[in-house]
């Protein structure tokens, strides 16, 4: 298992952009594929991207064409750019790893698009 600790959260206006930072620490060599989720008030919380170590990615189709996700396996790091945000991307994000058969999650950072 590994632990999460996240950075680069704020308030931006309507059509700006952020970039989210996370950074792993422990056992990296066995993460599998890492993440961003978010959860807004009143919501479930919900995939935003993943990317597996082999590359492939996965992204909400909510947030497809705009956020874009990256990793550097070697360090254990992850990030989400964030590009064109709308006021319905304001939550609670949350960085996660997973591994076999465990999963970690960061504390959060939030985000907030308001103008």
């Known amino acids: 298992q590994v632990q999460l600790v996240e950075s680069g959260g704020g308030l931006v206006q309507p059509g700006g952009s952020l970039r989210l930072s996370c950074a792993a620490s422990g056992s990296i060599f066995n993460i599998n594929a890492m993440g961003w989720y978010r959860q807004a008030p009143g919501k479930q919380r919900e995939l935003v991207a993943l990317k597996s170590n082999g590359g492939s990615t996965n992204y909400a189709d909510s947030v497809k064409g705009r956020f874009t996700i990256s990793r550097d396996n070697a360090k254990g790091t992850v990030y989400l750019q964030m590009n064109s945000l709308k006021p319905e991307d304001t939550a609670v994000y949350y960085c996660?790893?997973?591994?076999?058969?465990?999963?970690?999650w960061g504390q959060g950072t939030q985000v907030t698009v308001s103008s």
């Open positions: 996660h790893a997973r591994g076999w058969p465990w999963e970690s």
